[in-house]
């Protein structure tokens, strides 16, 4: 059963705590990515190495390895998004539909072992890109195809909620 497309424009977390997650983008910095990402993969796999990893708890919520799925797709966009913005000025992003992805990938049916591999390998890179960035780009500007505006230290807080927020998700 597909699930109901999260339409909400979660930007907000830019400004104020996550009340679900309780992350706090105003911590977050570029160079704070790295050290996030290397605390949350192994939780990650670990997520991946529950017997009911596949299972949903509700016909309106993602599997844990949906989740993983998309924390991968997700590290693996915002890497993409980053060197935009680090190689143009004013870097424009293509649209993203993350419900459509995980329909044509397959996310439901997906191994858990190489997703696992997978997420570990695109979070990695991700870390490595963020890690590579230096204070005086933090800066430079990328715009939304919706129109939402960010720098290379908002792109970072924002990308970092996602990513925490749905370890939380799946009690990681």
């Not at 997650?21 to 605390?39: H, K, L, M, R, Y």
Request: hydrophobic share 40%.
């Amino acid at each position: 059963m597909p699930i109901v497309p999260d339409d909400k424009d979660w930007t907000w977390v830019l400004t104020r705590p996550c009340p679900e997650c309780s992350f706090d983008s105003a911590t977050a910095t570029p160079a704070t990515v790295p050290g996030v990402i290397e605390n949350m993969l192994p939780r990650w796999r670990a997520v991946l190495r529950r017997p009911d990893a596949v299972e949903r708890p509700d016909d309106h919520t993602w599997s844990p390895l949906e989740y993983a799925c998309h924390a991968r797709d997700v590290f693996g966009l915002f890497d993409q998004r980053l060197n935009l913005m680090l190689d143009q000025d004013d870097a424009q992003f293509e649209n993203w539909d993350q419900d459509q992805t995980a329909i044509d990938q397959d996310y439901a049916g997906a191994d858990p072992a190489v997703v696992s591999a997978q997420l570990t390998a695109e979070g990695r890179q991700v870390a490595e890109s963020f890690a590579g960035v230096r204070e005086q780009d933090w800066g430079r500007k990328g715009l939304r195809s919706n129109g939402s505006e960010f720098t290379v230290l908002t792109l970072a807080q924002y990308f970092l909620h996602d990513v925490v927020h749905h370890l939380h998700d799946v009690d990681g």
